[in-house]
């Protein structure tokens, strides 16, 4: 089965595993696989999707060369996974289980074109319900198609079970209220509703299935597709389930099927799981779909690759600079440039504490022009290479006292000397 959908698949990974992943790189071989895609029956809107999530894993992610092939393998199986994961499924036994505990029918109507192989499919239901030891009736609801009540009664001897039907041309939706009211007299675990097939473009006989599932309130509303019949299937499972969303489908044919879009497809386009897989014409050849070996069919057994790394953008931030200190380089003074600094400023070279000490020791009043300053300057410079000494009151001289009367003396009015001595008056 999906042998052509597994090689697309293949084509894929094997194109990614010679190149680098680079976004140029990676759209042409997204190309490559969307062609491959649409080869094998895959919806537009399933392979857009795909691409999105195969390109948004892809880019800016580092991986070993020769461990691309396998990521992006891996990558496509989680994109496909993640389709299916949403879809959910529907777990039919246990339901009709809880129905049976409540002492009602659990009801099932099934839809789809002529063909698709419906009716032989509501027959392996049947006989699956049968084998788990529930009841089962079956309503002959498809009162168009010729031959339609007979071959659902034949079916119903074959398995021995009721089947509820009319005349053709009766209409429909009161031969499944028929059964329904069968089924409860008769304490019946599930009922059976085989509608007319149809195709999904005729507006009045697509409302005759609405007029059935308003009549009798089915709790489940299948959807039964031909694999073989690729994006036909995919555009009637969309028009059938616009008109009443149906919620879940059965593939047929899926032994025959090659391509397997079908079951991606409509997945994706109804939001709607994948029961059961026909695979064979006997009443036994109906298998519960399985995800995980659908994955595995696809791309084999699921590995785990190291050493992938997703690079993770982090929020630009931006760092305000540092404010920039200027550093003053090492001044070197010759003795020219210390002259002229000193007949600019002659108290360069000068504390401030010898400044001010020698103003109070003096007391010296600031300069007032530049002869005063550097007059000043120079003083403190004498004075700091003396050693910086205080202030020394004057001495006061004492005479003897010999020579303060010699000085009294020297006040006195002379008197003239005669020869022998002091003259007289």
């Given at each position: 089965?999906f042998e052509?959908?597994?090689n697309?698949?293949s084509v894929?990974v094997?194109?990614?595993?010679?190149k680098?992943l680079?976004?140029?790189?990676?759209?042409?071989?997204?190309?490559?696989?969307?062609?491959?895609?649409?080869e094998?029956?895959?919806?537009t809107e399933?392979?857009?999707?795909?691409k999105d999530d195969?390109?948004k894993?892809?880019?800016?992610t580092?991986?070993?060369?020769?461990?691309?092939?396998e990521?992006v393998k891996?990558?496509?199986?989680?994109s496909?996974?993640n389709?299916?994961d949403?879809?959910?499924t529907v777990?039919?036994l246990?339901n009709i289980q809880?129905?049976k505990?409540?002492?009602?029918?659990?009801?099932i109507?099934f839809?789809?074109?002529?063909?698709?192989?419906k009716t032989?499919?509501?027959a392996k239901i049947?006989?699956?319900l049968?084998?788990?030891?529930?009841?089962?009736?079956?309503?002959?609801?498809?009162?168009?198609r010729?031959?339609?009540?007979?071959q659902i009664?034949?079916?119903?001897?074959r398995?021995?079970?009721?089947?509820?039907?009319?005349?053709y041309?009766s209409?429909?939706?009161a031969?499944?209220r028929?059964?329904?009211l069968?089924?409860?007299?008769?304490?019946?675990?599930?009922?059976?509703?085989d509608?007319?097939?149809?195709?999904?473009t005729?507006k009045?006989?697509?409302?005759q299935?609405?007029k059935?599932?308003k009549?009798?309130?089915p709790d489940?509303k299948?959807?039964?597709?031909d694999?073989?019949?690729?994006?036909?299937?995919?555009?009637q499972?969309?028009?059938?389930?616009?008109?009443?969303?149906?919620?879940g489908a059965?593939?047929?044919?899926?032994?025959?099927?090659?391509?397997?879009?079908?079951?991606?497809?409509?997945?994706?386009?109804t939001?709607s799981?994948?029961l059961?897989l026909?695979?064979?014409?006997?009443?036994k050849?109906l298998?519960?779909?399985?995800?995980d070996i659908?994955?595995?069919?696809l791309?084999?057994?699921?590995?785990i690759?190291?050493?992938?790394?997703?690079k993770?953008?982090?929020?630009?931030?931006?760092?305000?600079?540092?404010?920039k200190v200027?550093l003053?380089?090492?001044?070197?003074?010759?003795?020219?440039?210390?002259?002229?600094?000193?007949?600019?400023?002659p108290?360069?070279?000068?504390?401030?504490?010898d400044?001010?000490?020698y103003?109070?020791?003096?007391?010296?009043?600031?300069?007032?022009?530049?002869?005063q300053?550097?007059?000043?300057?120079s003083n403190?410079k004498k004075?700091i290479?003396?050693?910086?000494?205080?202030?020394?009151?004057?001495?006061?001289e004492l005479?003897?006292m010999k020579?303060e009367?010699?000085?009294?003396?020297?006040?006195k009015p002379?008197k003239?000397?005669?020869?022998?001595g002091?003259?007289?008056k």
């Amino acid at each position: 089965m999906f042998e052509k959908l597994r090689n697309a698949f293949s084509v894929a990974v094997k194109s990614f595993g010679d190149k680098e992943l680079k976004e140029k790189d990676i759209d042409e071989v997204l190309f490559e696989l969307e062609v491959a895609l649409l080869e094998s029956d895959v919806a537009t809107e399933v392979i857009d999707a795909l691409k999105d999530d195969l390109k948004k894993q892809l880019i800016g992610t580092t991986v070993n060369k020769d461990k691309i092939a396998e990521v992006v393998k891996q990558e496509l199986r989680k994109s496909i996974s993640n389709m299916f994961d949403v879809a959910g499924t529907v777990d039919i036994l246990s339901n009709i289980q809880k129905k049976k505990d409540m002492g009602e029918p659990y009801i099932i109507s099934f839809m789809g074109i002529n063909g698709t192989g419906k009716t032989t499919t509501i027959a392996k239901i049947a006989n699956l319900l049968r084998e788990n030891k529930f009841s089962v009736v079956i309503a002959a609801a498809d009162t168009f198609r010729a031959g339609a009540i007979e071959q659902i009664v034949e079916h119903g001897k074959r398995l021995n079970i009721k089947v509820i039907s009319q005349n053709y041309g009766s209409d429909p939706a009161a031969v499944a209220r028929d059964a329904v009211l069968y089924s409860k007299s008769h304490k019946m675990d599930c009922i059976l509703i085989d509608t007319a097939g149809r195709m999904q473009t005729s507006k009045n006989l697509m409302d005759q299935i609405s007029k059935i599932n308003k009549v009798v309130n089915p709790d489940l509303k299948l959807f039964v597709g031909d694999s073989l019949a690729g994006n036909d299937t995919v555009s009637q499972a969309r028009e059938f389930y616009n008109y009443t969303k149906f919620d879940g489908a059965i593939l047929t044919k899926s032994d025959a099927d090659a391509r397997g879009g079908a079951a991606i497809s409509i997945v994706k386009v109804t939001s709607s799981p994948i029961l059961y897989l026909g695979i064979g014409q006997e009443y036994k050849d109906l298998k519960s779909f399985d995800k995980d070996i659908f994955l595995e069919t696809l791309f084999g057994p699921e590995e785990i690759i190291e050493g992938v790394q997703k690079k993770i953008l982090e929020p630009k931030v931006e760092l305000k600079p540092e404010p920039k200190v200027e550093l003053k380089p090492e001044i070197i003074i010759d003795k020219k440039q210390e002259k002229q600094i000193l007949e600019e400023d002659p108290f360069a070279g000068i504390s401030t504490k010898d400044i001010e000490k020698y103003s109070d020791f003096f007391d010296v009043s600031p300069p007032e022009n530049d002869d005063q300053a550097r007059k000043l300057a120079s003083n403190i410079k004498k004075w700091i290479s003396e050693g910086r000494p205080k202030k020394q009151e004057p001495q006061v001289e004492l005479k003897t006292m010999k020579e303060e009367i010699e000085e009294m003396e020297d006040e006195k009015p002379k008197k003239k000397r005669s020869l022998f001595g002091w003259g007289k008056k």
